[in-house]
């Protein structure tokens, strides 16, 4: 069982920067994948990045590629995700998700967060 918390959501103008965090619980963190998604109201629930457990391998959206990174401290159980150049349609619900492979299919993933709300002004 893990159980993963997000924070760093909040508020920021376009071309701001936003750094989330997902702290997992548990022994085994090192042993999942992890990925995070968002949701803006009346769309699907979409892939953001993904990293390998030991954080060796990243993959991105294109919609995000060369403005987000993704990253993890498996020390300190904790999964990042730095927002850079950020844009008014990257506002959304923000989630970290936990499965054994990194995947872009959230149906991949296993274990879920609460969401951080993630809003870019214009």
């Known amino acids: 069982q893990v159980q993963l918390v997000e924070s760093g959501g909040g508020l920021v103008q376009a071309g701001g920067s936003l750094s989330l965090s997902c702290a997992a619980s548990?022994?085994?963190?090192?042993?999942?994948?992890m990925g995070w998604f968002r949701q803006s109201p009346g769309k699907e629930r979409e892939f953001v990045s993904a990293?390998?457990?030991?954080?060796?391998?990243?993959y991105y959206a294109d919609s995000v590629k060369g403005r987000f990174t993704i990253s993890r401290d498996n020390a300190k159980n904790t999964l990042y995700l730095q927002m850079n150049s950020l844009k008014p349609e990257d506002t959304a619900v923000y989630y970290c998700?936990?499965?054994?492979?990194?995947?872009?299919?959230?149906?991949?993933?296993?274990?879920w967060g609460q969401g951080t709300q993630v809003t870019v002004s214009s």
């Open positions: 548990g022994r085994t963190f090192s042993r999942y994948a």
């Open positions: 990293i390998s457990g030991s954080g060796g391998n990243t």
């Open positions: 998700a936990a499965g054994y492979v990194p995947s872009s299919n959230r149906n991949h993933y296993t274990y």
